[in-house]
């Protein structure tokens, strides 16, 4: 054991979250909770994504939202880009950080954006190079890294040669992610290791879902093996708008929670997030399925 | 690490859960419940409570339900009971074993059963002592032992000390329970690690709620401990009836999902399981808590 002494929490719920609730936010809802997220601790908020408006049109006034926010000093605002059009929007639109994603299992890769991770992997030097012109950094996400719907178990040392590849690409960050909730603590900490063990000192992100429930657990094995950056969601947002009530990225204030359990410093205002939770609940307009906002701290 | 090989998973659903739901299910939905967990590996079955049904509506079938079961050779079928006349009701109509509990923290146990756990202990005295009449084993849970929602933090060695109390007192085995969903991974390491020391050999159950998100990720803590005993509820049941969304006891199918990503043997028929856990949703009329449920198992 080696859990860290701090921990980072980045909130990827105006982004992950948000664009799978069914019903359109309106834009300055999402810039006030944005806002609110931005004064609790967090260091960096994943506020929108660049996808054209035909494939997401949650996020369709990503440019106004990036406007329209008030800049936190030492929060970094970042945003999903799909492509290099996207990139260019984000980082006209002023980005602080580029997240791009790739599927480690080729399948998935192809039914969620059409490219082999090979045409996807150009496309991500692509909007690397284009970041780094506006002095940005581009953090790169690999999708089912735990695991894939479609082709089952992914071997490790797969998971391995596409980090290896994004970091030659220039990636500044990895994000390590469980896109289907698939992950499983053994897993985790072998993975994590192993990541550990070959890029020491390495910008690395733990991304789980809590589809099945083992949101929590993975953190926690993720923590063993002294990881100390997490995405997570507000109110626990980011399941399938098909099924409202399945959970989605594990939920920021149950992580908050778990942290202070564990005597591990977050900065995080947990009384504050429990507010916002409740806030986002009743914009989204359904049972939210974070579990702390339902109980409160005691 | 030390994660056991095989871990043994009680329902308490059928008394745990079904006693938080605010309308009565009626008794021969409960038998058909109860006769279908049966057959899907559990070896132990809470199925019922003997606790006065003033106090408890929902479990004034208790004799009915016993008696309309099908016992299934090889699972324990078990019966909370508050007193000596619990256990009076529940041995004659045929309780396997007796479920006992105590909270340790004081206050708690004033405010539940209006006693001191200087005279909760006689109680189970005498419990144990009718319950040896009739050949059968008594178990007593450890209500609040992670932390209480009036005193905050429980001593450790409080917990040592009631539990040592119990052991004395001719109970058969122990159940340490997180009531309302306090705990975190480190304290069950820590206490689950020091009766092992002490008690090795035991029997021990730990009973986890899910209340603010850390169900998984405590059971997790616990099997790297070595515990190999858990109360779970199908569906995630056992939530307050005042916030029917609430998550409760750890869910019986995502702890069996669970223990399936960690390779460990649970005997347990998880897609059968699945199915009766859809049928209690149908039954109790809301969304349950559990999350495999929700997305299926891939």
Known sequence: MKLPEKVKIFEVGPRDGFQKVEKFIPTAVKIEIIDQLSGTG???IEATSFVHPR?????????EVLAGIQRRPGVIYSALVPNVKG????????ADEINAVV??????????????????LQNIAAVIALAREYGRKTVVSLANSFGCPFEGEIPEERVLEVAR??????????VVADTTGLAGPLQVRRLVGRIEEIWPGLDLTLHFHDTRGLGL?????????????????????????????????????DVAFLLKRLEIESGL??????EISRKVEEVVGFTVPGRLVKAGLR
């Open 55 to 63: 494939v997401i049109p949650q996020t369709r006034d990503a440019e």
């Open 87 to 94: 990139a260019e929007r984000a980082l006209s639109a002023g």
């Open 269 to 274: 205002d947990l009384p504050v997030l429990l």
């Open 103 to 120: 599927s480690v299992s080729e399948t998935y890769n192809r039914k969620n954006v059409n490219m082999s991770v090979a045409e996807s």
């Open 217 to 253: 657990a993975n953190v926690y094995a993720a923590l063993e093996e002294g990881a100390d950056q997490f995405d997570c969601s507000i109110a626990g947002l980011g399941g399938s708008p098909a099924a409202p009530y399945a959970s989605g990225n594990v939920c920021t204030e």
């Open 165 to 174: 590849q994004v970091l030659d690409l220039g990636a500044g960050g990895l």
């Open 42 to 44: 967090l260091t960096k």
